[in-house]
């Protein structure tokens, strides 16, 4: 259940939705002043919804900013790397797709090759994807961290989480089973850190946070920064409110 309301809150948090019926709306009425409200409020809404300076500088507050290798530990016992990046939408079936967030699994690579982890645990097994490939998406990450040549030995597979809490849930019960990690990064999306430390935090855990799969980029002083519309705003929008919204909701539910 939990599951299918963040999909719904998901659909109904999405800009271009609010668009859409502010134009409806404004077509439907009868009323020349309210047709004009609402027209001007699509308007609005359409400016900043497609301004790319408004939503970067929102994703920059939200973000957590990037983590130097001088930061780290020198070793730690394993990174958790969380899923979300996976897309099974496209056939055929007999390769691994990635969408955006690809840089959580490069970056537990990175870690990896440069040494700063021992092992890398793949937590999540969206339902979704294994439907369609009939496998978890822990397990196609699994298959490119064994094509980059990480050793099977190195890479420990939790496969039953569907979203961040489970990930914490079920990392820990994995961990018990394996008393000599003791000290953990956190890999995920940088939007996402901040629900997903708080959910590890929650279930008992302190992991070094390592955000990855950055939306933002550096803020510029040119025109083209701040006045060029950018559709790819809207998108970003709606990633911005769906993870404030998720985070407020596990804040209360106690989750985070």
């Not at 408004?54 to 990174?79: H, I, M, T, Y």
């Amino acid at each position: 259940m939990f599951f299918l309301l963040s999909k719904l809150l998901d659909f109904l948090l999405l800009p271009a939705l609010w668009l859409l019926g502010l134009l409806l709306a404004a077509l439907l009425t009868r009323r020349p002043a309210r047709r004009r409200t609402l027209l001007l409020a699509a308007l609005l809404l359409l400016v900043i919804g497609t301004n790319n300076a408004l939503v970067n500088e929102a994703l920059l507050a939200w973000e957590l900013p990037p983590v130097r290798l001088a930061q780290l530990r020198p070793r730690s016992d394993a990174g958790v790397l969380l899923t979300g990046i996976g897309d099974g939408r496209k056939s055929p079936h007999d390769r691994v797709y990635l969408g955006r967030g690809a840089d959580r699994l490069t970056n537990a690579l990175w870690l990896y090759r440069a040494g700063r982890i021992r092992r890398i645990i793949i937590s999540g097994g969206s339902g979704l994807l294994e439907g369609a490939r009939g496998r978890t998406e822990a397990r196609e990450l699994y298959v490119l961290l064994r094509l980059a040549h990480v050793p099977a030995r190195a890479i420990l597979l939790e496969e039953r989480s569907r979203n961040t809490r489970e990930n914490a849930l079920y990392t820990k019960e994995l961990l018990a089973r394996h008393p000599d990690i003791k000290s953990l990064v956190l890999i995920t999306s940088a939007f996402h850190q901040r629900r997903a430390l708080g959910c590890f935090r929650r279930a008992g855990l302190q992991p070094t946070p390592f955000p990855a799969g950055f939306v933002t980029t550096d803020r510029r002083l040119s025109p083209d920064y701040w006045l060029v519309p950018d559709a790819d705003a809207l998108s970003r929008w709606s990633l911005l409110l769906h993870e404030i919204s998720g985070y407020v909701v596990y804040r209360v539910l106690g989750y985070a």
